[in-house]
C-alpha cells in the first residue's frame, strides 16, 4: 500500500485519528496513529507501510495483532539493538529499567557480605 492510500484509510476510520508523520528520535521518518478505543499511539516506519495491505496496519493499530512485524529496538548500554536476540537476563534488566529498579536485591547484597 502507498502513503497517500495508508493516509486516507486512516482518516476515514473511525476508530483511528492521525497524528501526522514526524522524523523520531533514531532518524525515521514515521505515521503516528492513535486508537479512540485504547487511547494508545502506534508509530508506523513510512518506509514499512508499502510493505503490508490496509488489513494488517489496521489490525495492528487497533490492538487486534500484536506487532510482529516491527522490530523492537532499544538503548541499554550506549548502542541501538534488536531485541529479539536477548537473553533472558538483557530483557529482565530491560524491565528493571522501565520499572526504575536499579539496586540490587537484599538477599544477594547478603549472599555477597556471607561469602
Known sequence: MDGHEFYASVVAHKDLIWLGAKTNTQGVDCAYVATRRLGSV???????????????????????????????????????????????SKIAELHDRHNGTYGVPESVIRAVAAA
Open 42 to 88: 502506534t508509530e508506523i516506519p513510512i518506509a514499512a507501510i508499502k510493505d503490508h495491505d490496509w488489513d494488517t496496519w489496521q489490525s495492528l493499530a487497533l490492538g487486534l495483532r500484536p506487532a510482529k512485524i516491527m522490530k523492537h529496538i532499544t538503548r541499554i548500554v550506549g548502542y541501538y539493538s534488536e531485541l529479539h536476540n536477548w537473553n533472558p
